[in-house]
């Protein structure tokens, strides 16, 4: 048998790796949070869509500063994402294992995913946690 047929057959018996589940609450009437949970199924997350008319206190009571408020919060692999933080940063936060609560893009900025159908320009994401507040991306 080629290597290529073997290596195609190996691909077929192996099986998919679980997607990670993201936990998205939101409020029940906000549109573009929904559009957010669809940009993150349509990279190949597990989206459970919880409603919640409390999505600024669930999102303090998790560490996210009042400051940085955004429309809706998500949980996955352990950590906090708070507004429309875009996918590939997400999958880095997840690859990369820092040792904070979460991330957050502060407000609903008009180029972020949820808002736009894409993201486009920079957006500045901050982690948060025990040691405090930092710019975590900034692309």
Known sequence: MKKSMFAALMLIATPAMAAETVTVYRDPSCGCCEMWADHMAERGYDVKIVDDTEVAERAMAAGVPEERLSCHHAEVGGYQVHGHVPEEIIARLLDQRPSVTGIV?????????????????????YSYGPGGIKVYSNE
Not at 119 to 124: A, I
């Open 105 to 125: 893009l502060p407000g609903m900025p008009e180029n972020s995913p949820g808002m736009a159908r894409e993201k486009y320009g920079t957006l500045k994401v």
